[in-house]
């Protein structure tokens, strides 16, 4: 009996840590998708050109991320607040085309992304199998499917639109799944800035696909 309660006592501060890290996680999602939000909004007036200038912005903030995790808490997260903002300013032309031409589209999108988001997420935190090898294999067909896209530039392919969305999602539910399984394995509460950049990332690409679904036709 001493033991099993040895043993519990010692398991339960580290699944204490990771429901901490789970609900801080996803608070700094929220907090970066509301950041998103008002650079969408403060970009509403910008030309296209400024999106190549932004997007760069957001890179330079991810990258830095990496190097500020493990010494200043609050530096990531200012920085991947700016993440969402410089996104939002960076997305900002797209959104107002849509929103000008084919509202639903958008609401359709974000509806489709909220349910894939938390069918797959809860799927990854859930499952026992590691899913890195599956991670591998998504980011490796990532890179085909970006190599996909910019052929589409260049060579008119039937369905083309409608089969890289459906590729980019499939794509995007293994990652989300890998991602969630990170944020159920890690005890560590400084990983919670780049865990919910990768989800936020998730999310972003995964209303991008969508939106492009939705929008076919138009």
């Keep these: ?79 991947l607040f700016a993440v969402g903002t410089t996104l939002g300013l960076a997305m900002a032309p797209t959104l107002v085309y849509y929103a000008s031409t084919n509202p639903q589209a958008l609401w359709q999108a974000g509806g489709a992304t909220a349910l894939f988001i938390a069918g797959f997420g809860a799927v990854g935190y859930a499952t026992r199998r590691d899913l890195s090898g599956i991670a591998r294999l998504c980011f490796w067909a990532l890179v085909a499917l970006i190599v996909f896209g910019i052929v589409m530039i260049f060579i008119r392919i039937p369905n083309g639109s409608l089969i890289y969305s459906v590729l980019g999602l499939l794509i995007f539910a293994g990652l989300t799944m890998f991602d969630f399984q990170r944020l159920r394995r890690s005890s560590d509460l400084d990983s919670a800035p780049l865990l919910a950049a990768s989800i936020f990332l998730d999310a972003l690409n995964v209303f991008l696909f969508f939106l492009r679904i939705f929008s076919r036709g138009d």
């Excluded at 099993?4 to 996680?25: I, K, M, Y």
């Excluded at 996803?26 to 296209?48: D, I, N, W």
């Excluded at 760069?56 to 903030?61: D, K, L, N, T, Y």
């Design 1 to 79: 009996m001493s033991e099993s309660v040895s043993l519990g006592t010692v398991g339960a501060p580290a699944q204490d840590r990771t429901r901490t890290l789970f609900g801080q996680t996803m608070f700094y999602v929220a907090v970066t998708a509301g950041f998103f939000a008002l650079g969408s909004y403060l970009g509403r007036h910008l030309s296209e050109g400024w999106a190549f200038v932004w997007f760069i912005a957001a890179f330079v903030c991810l990258i830095a991320m990496n190097f500020t995790v493990r010494r200043s808490a609050t530096l990531s997260a200012v920085l």
